[in-house]
């Protein structure tokens, strides 16, 4: 709980939860660029969701990237507030006052501060409940990609392969593994935040619409600072780019169709373009 004589008293709190190669670094640059919103140097803290956790990760993922940044011999400011927020991030552990504390020490004249963990798309309903309580107007802002397009991202940017039919092969372990099913998995992700926030603490944009000022424009409104001039012509975190065949994606839109109708049913005609061909191929050939 944020108390009234906190530096963070009055302020917007804001928390990212994806999805996955949604757009999520872009949005993060974006807005550790706007003049009156602190965006967490550590873009991705995985704090809520592993608090209890007794595993290595993601401590040892922070470990191993404070050895890679100090090895590179930097003196860049932005690789010292990189370096801080990862130490910082591994003395809080699970401790709520010091992920508190870690923005006190930091937020200056802000607005808004936050930060945004694509895996906070797969949090339970208590730890998102525990969220609220502890920040009662935290806003929370998830993106969407189309789903087929989402995946085959994903795909390539977290598997190894020399050739695309080697890429394409692994498609289908891809549904077999928690890791895609939990950043896939829309509806369980939407139900679940709507099941907690209030209507006017949730902003949902898709990544097919991100790139303008007018859904940048939305974001800053969202969070209650000025608008701010966004830089569309730069990507970040971009995947091996690879085509997907016309078969495959067929086959991918099939399996995750539940996703695309629950999507189309809450936002109609607001849904993307690619969104509504996938829906209508997919009809025209069942």
Known sequence: MIDPSSPLAGKTMFLGVGAQKSGTTWLSRYLADHPDVYMSALKEMHFWGNRTSKAKWPNSAFEKRIARLRANGSTSLSTFNLISALQDRLTMRGD?????AYFEDRVEDHSAFGEISPAYCKLSRDELALIKSQYPEVKIIYLMRNPADRLWSQIRFSEEAETLEEMEQKIDASFDKQVYQDRLDYVNTIQNLQAVFAPENLHFEFFEHLFTQEAVDKICAFL???????EFSKKRNVSIKMPLQPK???DIVARLEPHYTFVRDMFDREIPLSWQRDLTELRNAG
């Open 96 to 100: 709520i006052e010091k992920y508190t």
């Open 224 to 230: 209650g600072v000025a608008p701010h001039a966004g």
């Open 248 to 250: 495959l994606r067929a």
